[in-house]
């Protein structure tokens, strides 16, 4: 059984962000996926947030946001398989950390989009478990992710 984990938040990139021509029709969908990263070093992990916004198969609003998070020693210390040396990150916290950064991605597209025609379209809540989150993330000692 784990303790809390504490972390803090490392810092937060804007990798892409476009906003192509709007779309004359009201029928347009979004679609959000997520992708865990890692930085052993640093004790960091990543999550990259993208968004699109699609009208007839077409992209006309993007983003994609990197947000890293950086462990405490010893709660990096206490998730460390002390054989293998490899880090077993817990399901519930990568959920905690995708639901910060989708959080963080809303954020940074209404700012991008504020008093624009493009500012009506909005990220609404999220649910988590429409990621596939499938268990626990095991990172290698080389800084890969395993699981």
Same mark, same amino acid.
């Given at each position: 059984?784990?303790?809390?984990?504490?972390?803090?938040?490392?810092?937060?990139?804007?990798? #892409?962000?476009?906003?192509?021509?709007?779309?004359?029709?009201?029928? !347009?969908?979004?679609?959000?996926?997520?992708?865990? +990263?890692?930085?052993?070093?640093? =004790?960091?992990?990543?999550?990259?947030?993208?968004?699109?916004?699609?009208?007839?198969?077409?992209?006309?609003?993007?983003?994609?946001?990197?947000?890293?998070? #950086?462990?405490?020693?010893?709660?990096?210390?206490?998730?460390?398989?002390? @054989?293998?040396?490899? *880090?077993?990150?817990?399901?519930?916290?990568?959920?905690?950390? *995708?639901?910060?950064?989708?959080?963080?991605? =809303? +954020?940074?597209?209404?700012?991008?989009? @504020?008093?624009?025609?493009?500012?009506?379209?909005?990220?609404?809540? *999220?649910?988590?478990?429409?990621?596939?989150? !499938?268990?626990?993330?095991?990172?290698?000692?080389? +800084?890969?992710? *395993? @699981?």
């Amino acid at each position: 059984m784990h303790k809390n984990i504490l972390f803090q938040i490392h810092h937060m990139e804007v990798e #892409q962000f476009a906003a192509l021509e709007d779309p004359k029709e009201e029928k !347009s969908s979004f679609s959000v996926s997520i992708r865990p +990263g890692c930085n052993f070093g640093l =004790r960091a992990i990543a999550i990259s947030v993208w968004i699109q916004f699609v009208c007839d198969s077409h992209p006309f609003l993007i983003l994609k946001t990197n947000a890293f998070y #950086q462990l405490n020693q010893e709660s990096w210390d206490q998730l460390t398989e002390k @054989e293998s040396g490899r *880090v077993v990150i817990p399901k519930p916290f990568i959920e905690t950390l *995708v639901q910060i950064s989708v959080s963080q991605a =809303r +954020g940074v597209l209404f700012a991008k989009t @504020e008093n624009s025609p493009f500012s009506k379209y909005f990220l609404p809540i *999220v649910n988590v478990e429409n990621f596939n989150i !499938s268990g626990d993330m095991i990172i290698s000692p080389e +800084g890969a992710i *395993v @699981e």
